[in-house]
Each structure stands twice: as C-alpha cells, then as structure tokens.
C-alpha cells in the first residue's frame, strides 16, 4: 500500500512538472500571464525544459534503480533541449557559442549514459549467469 502511494505521488509530481514545463515551452506568454511573471521569451523557454527534465528524472526514477544513470538521462535530456532552446532563441541575445557548447555536453553526457547503460546491463548478465 505504502509503495503504491509512493509511486503514485511520483508520476502525479512527475506529470505536473511535463504539463508545466510543456506549457513554458510551448506557450510562454500563457504561462507568464498564469504565473504572474515578467514575459521573457527564453527565460521561460529554459524554465520549460528544467521542469520537463526533473518530471522525466522523476519517472525514470520509477523505471531505473541506478542513480547515476538516472541523473545522467535528465542531464541529457535537459542539457539537449536547453541547446535547443539556444539555437531557436539565438535572436533573443546571447553568445553565439552558448547552443554548441551545450550541445557537446549534451554528446558527453549521452555517451556516458550509453556507457553506463551498458554496464548495468553488463553487470546484470553476469549476475544471472
């Protein structure tokens, strides 16, 4: 009963934070005018894609038991959109660096991922052989 409640809370918590940060991405006037803050094109933008990747760590909490490579899907995850965000929003200010560096972390952290991925299922193999 008491892990069903635990879980339960999570992919609720988890759906808010996908619904809001969809909703920051997508429609950022809308949500400023909702939230009563300023209407900051990217700003917004990058609230939205921070929000959708804690709610995507919350799941994949749920499905992995690997912390690091929970950590490392909401950082690719995140860091991936984030570059995105400054490649679409690159009329708004900034560098001109600002997209590509955090695309190359986003290429580390995907490859760690892999990498970690891969070894968890290295692990477990071995574990049932």
């Keep these: 009963m008491r892990d069903r409640f635990i879980k339960a809370t999570v992919v609720v918590a988890a ?3 996908l619904v809001t940060g969809g909703w920051a991405r997508l429609d950022p006037a809308s949500f400023a005018r909702w939230t009563n803050w300023p209407d900051h094109q990217h700003f917004l933008h990058d609230a939205g894609v921070f929000q959708l990747g804690i709610g995507l ?3 994949c909490a749920l499905w992995w038991r690997d912390v690091v490579a929970v950590v490392l899907a909401g950082f690719v995850f995140t860091n991936g959109l984030h570059a995105v965000n400054h490649w679409l929003d690159r009329h708004l200010g900034g560098r001109d ?3 590509w560096t955090l695309a190359i972390f986003f ?4 490859a ?3 990498a ?3 070894a968890l299922k290295a692990n477990d193999e071995r574990g049932r052989a």
């Design 15 to 17: 759906a808010l934070m």
């Design 57 to 59: 760590m919350m799941l």
């Design 97 to 99: 660096s600002d997209w």
């Design 107 to 110: 290429l580390i952290a995907g």
């Design 112 to 114: 760690a991922l892999v």
């Design 116 to 118: 970690r991925l891969r």
